[in-house]
């Protein structure tokens, strides 16, 4: 399996929801009252919004790629 296969697979979904997961994570530990906090839930959700999309394209993209039978 190539480089550009794995980016479906579901270690590479997990990979692309660990940046999300970590700015979750801080925005429970500094509080989301707090600016910083606040700042990382934000990120979270972009993040957790972009994963999604790529997750989604890389789909389309597989099935374009998928030989006609």
Avoid: C, Y
């Avoid at 579901?10 to 707090?34: C, F, K, M, Y």
């Avoid at 959700?45 to 597989?62: G, P, T």
């Amino acid at each position: 399996m190539s480089a550009v296969d794995r980016l479906g697979s579901t270690s590479a979904g997990a990979w692309n929801d660990a940046p999300a997961a970590a700015s979750q994570r801080g925005a429970e530990i500094l509080g989301v009252a707090t600016p910083a906090g606040a700042r990382f839930a934000s990120s979270a959700e972009l993040l957790h919004l972009l994963s999604e999309a790529f997750r989604k394209v890389v789909e389309q993209w597989q099935d374009i790629r998928k030989p006609p039978r």
